[in-house]
């Protein structure tokens, strides 16, 4: 663990606290204003919540992959627009500098990004390129010192509050797919950085995301991710790895927060001269939310404790990610009809934690792409086994080599 056991017990309360006492008050307001308060951002930054996952060289808490999988368990326990506010500075928008960054743009960036002085974001996603992130057309061509960046970024999380944006671009138009496309470090207010309007959304409202706009944007050679050209896809991939188990592990907070309430409501609702959590078709779902979401914390623990060992954890945070966006769907389901018509009203929140968790099998790979992610890597496995099986047998029998 990266930090003993008696400080992350009383960090991880502390973060409890916050959540029951500052946040899940604030959940319906936030929701109807679209934004949330300065003064809770201001404790946000004071609780060192923008800097979780970053080295604590560089200001950060550096939690490792299994004491952020148990904050994000409790951050999940409110509206996850709270959670949009920081989580890319700890995921997506500081993991590329951390894991492939020079020291000098870890110097100059991490430390901010860890206070909170600086939002993060990750633009990758393209109105042309979303789930096939390797066909993006942003641009970035090198100019002297310089690169100019040409394109249109999409659905871009935190860019209305970024201050820098991890920009990926294609350096090598000749070279199709992944291996053309490199990763740029800038930051906003540089010219020909413009944003689209802030994008009206299904739910997760209080968390904005837009249009991010490059238009002959001129860049410091310096600002290339690593100093390297064709390394961005690499990275993106590599980021995403850890970003899918931390968004597995706010599902798992959201659907035990939601079977809780539903679980609350059904002994208080009465039908029929009893309360409604003492029928049978009630309890049926309430066991299958809780079962599930079980399910999905051991599966993220037994995962995030893998990957902090230093095993490729590829596959597994794929079926992480792909169970328990689609566990917190239906238990969301679940929740409302559990309430039934006051699970549809906005006044108890079910609805609104309805909308909100729908975007969860969309973001960070889709359902889809985790499951081609997970197939296509057991068919590698099972393909390389077979070679090694092969090999193996071949050396046992003393073979010629042309044979083997």
């Known amino acids: ?60 808490l550096g939690l490792d992959m299994e004491e952020e999988a148990r904050v994000a368990f409790e951050l999940g326990q409110t509206a996850p627009a709270f959670r949009s506010l920081f989580g890319t500075n700890n995921g997506i928008g500081s993991q590329g500098i951390i894991m492939d960054g020079t020291e000098a743009q870890k110097q100059a960036y991490l430390p901010r990004l860890a206070s909170g002085e600086m939002i993060s974001s990750f633009a990758l996603t393209e109105p042309g390129a979303g789930s096939d992130a390797a066909s993006l057309s942003t641009s970035a061509r090198r100019d002297g010192d310089s690169y100019i960046l040409n394109g249109t970024k999409r659905f871009i999380t935190n860019a209305p509050h970024a201050g ?50 490059f238009e002959d944007c001129r860049v410091p050679a310096e600002a290339l991710l690593g100093g390297r050209e064709g390394q961005g896809f690499r990275t993106a991939m590599k980021v995403l790895d850890r970003g899918r188990l931390h968004i597995s592990a706010v599902c798992v907070g959201i659907a035990e927060r939601l079977t809780r309430d539903s679980l609350a409501y059904a002994m208080e609702r009465r039908q029929f001269g009893q309360p409604i959590a003492e029928f049978e078709l ?51 389901d679940r929740a409302v009809q ?23 099998r969309i973001y960070e790979g889709t359902t889809q792409i985790q499951q081609l992610v997970i197939a296509r890597n057991m068919i590698r496995q099972a393909g390389s086994g077979k070679r090694a099986s092969a090999d193996q047998a071949a050396a046992s029998f003393a073979l010629p080599p042309t044979w083997r």
Not at 34 to 42: F, Q, S, V, W
Not at 45 to 58: M, T
Not at 177 to 200: N, Q, T
Not at 299 to 323: N, P, Q
Request: net charge negative; hydrophobic share 40%.
């Open 1 to 60: 663990m990266a930090l003993d056991t008696e400080t992350f017990d009383h960090l991880l309360a502390t973060i409890s606290r916050f959540v029951r006492e500052r946040l899940v008050p604030l959940e319906h307001k936030v929701a109807e204003d679209d934004a949330i308060p300065d003064a809770i951002k201001r404790e946000i930054r004071e609780l060192g919540l923008f800097g979780l996952s970053i080295p604590q060289d560089y200001g950060g």
């Open 164 to 213: 820098l944006f991890t920009v990926f671009a294609r350096t090598d138009p000749n070279q199709p797919g992944a291996r053309g496309v490199s990763a740029f470090l800038v930051e906003a207010g540089r010219p020909g950085l413009s944003l689209g309007a802030i994008d009206k959304k299904m739910g997760q409202h209080g968390s904005h995301t837009s249009d991010v706009i």
């Open 338 to 360: 559990i309430h039934g018509g006051a699970g549809y009203i906005a006044d108890y929140g079910i609805e609104r934690f309805y909308r909100d968790v729908r975007l969860f």
């Open 282 to 332: 009630i309890q049926a779902m309430l066991a299958d939310s809780r079962a599930e979401a079980y399910a999905a914390r051991c599966m993220v623990l037994e995962t995030a404790r893998a990957k902090d060992r230093g095993a490729d954890v590829s596959t597994e945070a794929a079926c992480c990610k792909m169970f328990a966006s689609e566990m917190v769907g239906r238990v969301a």
